[in-house]
């Protein structure tokens, strides 16, 4: 009953609306009033936050909040990359013909989740993808996987469905019809990464510290940006975060990575830690 009231409401809900107005009210002073809240419901880890909870001003300054330093090691050597952000892996393996999966019979295509970009698709072709789901209780912050230079970013409006298990088992195509915000990576270790940051339900934005000023604008259009001056960003930096949780998909090129042993589907990871290493 659950899955058949999901399907029947989602495409008519006004999701972009909806999430603007939780980002509203969720950077309002009265919503610092839930955040103890949030915390038990969602069973916050709060032993490693940058300060305690009663400093944060807002349920929103909560949910985007920063660790202590050293909270996240980051995995060293120059051919190790890592995870950019703390989640779930929910899919991982190799980009067949150009086709990724979304879920169990559910595909989509390297060309639909880059907006149709044929020249950037072609470079992923026989390479590997994982998706990381961010859920309610992770940390939001999202970080360079590995050391490299800004090359590009591309910002491509869509829709905001939900990207929990719901959303992924019953949207078709979820991850290219909904907003996107890709970060193009040249790296000397695995070659061009892209870092695409899927925006959800409830997402109020996705803010970086290069680009779009924010994600999730009204009459929002496609942005394809080049970098004139490349910048250098380490393994680890700081690039931005989710105000509200989703979803991030790396794609690497062909026969560039090795995953690590203990990076599965369903397995949780931490900021930092090992996903692969580049192949020699």
């Known amino acids: 009953m659950k899955k058949l009231i999901f399907r029947g409401l989602i495409h008519r809900l006004p999701q972009n609306a909806m999430s603007r107005t939780m980002g509203k009210i969720t950077a309002s002073r009265f919503s610092r009033l839930v955040i103890r809240g949030y915390i038990n419901l969602y069973k916050v880890d709060v032993s490693m936050i940058e300060k305690p909870v009663e400093e944060y001003r807002t349920l929103k ?3 985007t909040r920063r660790l202590q330093p050293h909270a996240r090691p980051i995995a060293e050597g120059p051919e190790i990359v890592v995870s950019p952000v703390d989640g779930t892996v929910s899919q991982m393996g190799d ?7 979304q879920a169990k019979g559910k595909p989509y295509t390297l060309l639909e989740l880059l907006g149709y970009d044929a020249e950037m698709a072609e470079r992923w072709y026989g390479g590997r993808f994982i998706t990381i789901y961010l859920s309610p209780r992770d940390y939001h912050r999202i970080h360079m996987p590995i050391d490299g230079k800004l090359i590009q970013y591309t910002y491509l409006p869509g829709r905001l ?6 959303g992924v088992e019953h949207v078709d195509k979820l991850f290219a019809r909904n907003e996107r915000l890709i970060t193009y990576i040249d790296s000397q270790a695995v ?12 997402v109020g934005s996705v803010k970086v510290h290069y680009g779009p000023a924010t994600t999730n604008v009204r009459r929002g259009r496609q942005v394809c940006q080049a970098f004139p001056e490349t910048p250098f960003y380490e393994k680890g930096r700081e690039l931005g975060w989710f105000e509200f949780g989703s979803t991030v998909i790396l ?3 062909k026969d560039r990575l090795e995953w690590a042993a203990d990076v599965k589907v369903g397995k949780p990871l931490l900021m930092g830690q090992m996903l692969g290493r580049a192949k020699n």
């Open 95 to 101: 980009i067949d013909q150009g086709t990724l999966i």
């Open 251 to 253: 794609l690497f090129e």
């Open 61 to 63: 300054e909560f949910f």
């Open 161 to 166: 469905y939900p990207v929990n298990q719901l």
């Open 191 to 202: 070659g061009c990464v892209a870092m695409v940051k899927v925006g959800a339900l409830f």
